[in-house]
């Protein structure tokens, strides 16, 4: 039995001490804030509750995956998870509006037809068929594998060229390009480009310089559908927890790693900001590989062919401004719970999000409404939770205060299931009037939106706790997440940040990853 010391408590490193527990390991997990499960937080307040970081869960496959190998309970044996139907309802800036079904490539199709004309349904069909083939090459290597030591390979872009034929019926070899420029060769209709878009927007990803394979991400969306959790995504994380504790895991919260102990030329334990020193045998890193050199005090865990962080990485993935809204009036029956309201001006968007300049909001953003039908989420029938959100940059003036930089943590003493609650900020006039524009925007999704606020809170994205996207292909491997396995024996980095990327079911993955490699040695291709 080895012992093993796990750098936080996010989702994909929980992932990873449940299962090494179940292995047989001694697994104890350091967390330096009061509670569990990284950017999967939650917001309560008089009743009301909202969550604060993802909002629906998709690939839940891999979260059955993990509770069935880490115990003999399903994951719905612990979690009552429904699908989310329409999957999503999107308002744009001329008025059109249009709700995808759930899962449904076919019933897609028809939506698009009748919302927004003949042919828009077959085109975004023929797009998802041709992100279906990115999807198959990709999936194993960004996903389901250990990152290959030769990932140069994985720098072409595996989304496939147009099906015209040229001289002699050859197919015409696709150039790499960026998602944008699919869309614009491909899509034609600006309502089915915003559509695309969004997709990249809410991963992180500015469309103008995403590679073409980023049309995965529609594509993974539509194929295994939207999920949600009764009590938010939260729950998912409680759950997580949870089953870590069933597995013997050990946690220490208010444990903050400041250095990584190395002896005979492998990782050998960590020591703490009390001082004390925590023996392993392993050391899995739960936190962004660019910390990793400090920890080490200066040694570089990745080699010069290594797929390098990006030192400035974290500064340029936006995060979601969000807005709590607790509101008078029962919700209707047939409120959607997602509508995404389009920006009024996609180019002025893009820019405010991923510009250089400090990060701020334009006129009307693109806006994401959640509105679930969840008892938990509310004091009674007669009132409503809907959480506003929109991407902004990590910096500026819509970030969090690093002085106020989680509020509302618990002590380290204190039950982390209470860290639950994620702390809003005093609004200053800059995210006052943030505030107001989603608001405003949200209106399109909530007739009345204004008149049924009982009251608002307000929560910006913490400096420098972006969270990133999944890892994808193209664009030289600039898209690409270190790998888990690091130079150093006895040092893996699992998270969003390390391969496979980010996002809750990568997370997960990442974890799978990390713990088969471990199990299995550093020879181990993934599960076949």
């Not at 042919?119 to 389901?144: H, I, K």
């Not at 334009?362 to 991407?391: G, K, N, Q, W």
């Not at 396995?485 to 990390?514: E, K």
């Amino acid at each position: 039995m080895a012992r093993i010391a796990v750098i936080g408590a996010g989702m994909g490193a929980m992932a990873a001490a449940a299962r090494l527990a179940v292995a047989g390991h001694r697994v104890a997990v350091y967390e330096r804030n009061g509670t569990y499960g990284g950017a999967v937080r939650r917001f309560e307040r008089a009743g009301f509750g909202f969550d604060t970081g993802p909002g629906l869960l998709h690939l839940p496959a891999v979260y059955r995956d993990l509770f069935v190998k880490t115990g003999r309970e399903p994951l719905e044996s612990v979690l009552e998870l429904s699908q989310v139907d329409p999957a999503a309802r999107h308002v744009f800036a001329d008025g059109t509006a249009v709700s995808l079904p759930n899962a449904s490539r076919a019933g897609v199709l028809t939506a698009l037809d009748g919302a927004l004309g003949a042919g828009a349904g077959e085109r975004w069909s023929d797009f998802l068929g041709r992100a279906r083939e990115a999807w198959d090459r990709t999936r194993r290597p960004l996903l389901e594998e250990p990152l290959w030591p030769d990932w140069q390979v994985l720098g072409r872009d595996p989304y496939p060229a147009l099906p015209k034929r040229g001289l002699f019926g050859r197919r015409r070899p696709a150039a790499d390009g960026t998602l944008a420029e699919v869309a614009r060769r491909e899509l034609k209709d600006p309502r089915l480009t915003a559509l695309l878009e969004s997709y990249a927007v809410a991963y992180g990803f500015d469309p103008r310089t995403a590679p073409a394979s980023a049309a995965i991400l529609p594509y993974m969306e539509q194929t295994f559908g939207s999920w949600y959790p009764r009590g938010g995504i939260r729950a998912l994380a409680d759950a997580l927890y949870e089953r870590c504790l069933a597995r013997k895991v050990e946690f220490t919260f208010g444990a903050e790693v400041t250095r990584i102990v190395e002896a005979d030329g492998r990782a050998a334990g960590v020591e703490l900001r009390d001082g004390s020193c925590a023996e392993a045998d392993t050391v899995v890193a739960g936190i962004a590989p660019d910390l990793l050199t400090a920890l080490l005090k200066g040694a570089d865990p990745w080699g010069a062919d290594d797929v390098r962080p990006a030192a400035d990485e974290r500064r340029r993935v936006p995060g979601r401004f969000t807005v709590a809204l607790a509101l008078r009036g029962p919700r209707p029956a047939d409120a959607a719970h997602r509508t995404v309201v389009h920006a009024a001006d996609p180019a002025a968007e893009l820019a405010a999000v991923f510009g250089a300049g400090p990060g701020t909001l334009c006129d009307r953003p693109t806006v994401t409404v959640l509105r679930p039908d969840d008892p938990e989420s509310r004091p009674d029938d007669d009132h409503e939770a809907v959480t506003l959100s929109a991407a902004v940059a990590p910096y500026g003036d819509l970030a969090r205060p690093p002085a106020t930089a989680g509020s509302g943590a618990p002590a380290a003493s204190a039950d982390p299931r209470s860290g639950a609650h994620e702390g809003a900020v005093e609004e200053t006039a800059a995210l006052a009037a943030a505030a107001d524009r989603l608001i405003e925007a949200a209106g399109a999704a909530i007739p009345g939106l204004r008149e049924r606020v009982l009251w608002r809170a307000v929560l910006p994205p913490a400096e420098g706790e972006s969270v990133p996207g999944p890892a994808l292909a193209g664009a030289g491997g600039r898209f690409l997440r270190p790998a888990n396995r690091t130079r150093i024996p006895g040092l893996y980095a699992v998270g969003g940040w390390t391969h496979p990327g980010g996002g809750l079911a990568h997370a997960g993955m990442s974890g799978a990853l990390v713990a088969g490699l471990i199990v299995n040695g550093d020879d181990w291709r993934g599960s076949q």
